[in-house]
């Protein structure tokens, strides 16, 4: 039992990790590009404009924090 938890503690960690959000945007990001490939839409711009819009509003929020 001790193997399985440690197990599905390093997924969580590795997938989540400190922030939740992130990975939740991560994860609509890659469904709304299976979507858009799903109907032929050129969709190799969704990935990168994602990665920066989290980027900054992970800044952002860093950055309240720290005040």
Do not use: C, K, N
């Amino acid at each position: 039992m001790r193997l399985l938890r440690s197990f599905l503690h390093f997924w969580y960690d590795f997938i989540i990790g400190d922030d939740a959000t992130i990975a939740a945007g991560v994860v609509l990001a890659l469904a709304g590009t299976a979507i858009l490939a799903h109907y032929r839409v050129p969709a190799w711009w969704l990935l990168p404009a994602a990665a920066v819009i989290l980027l900054a509003l992970s800044l952002a929020r860093a950055r309240r924090a720290e005040r």
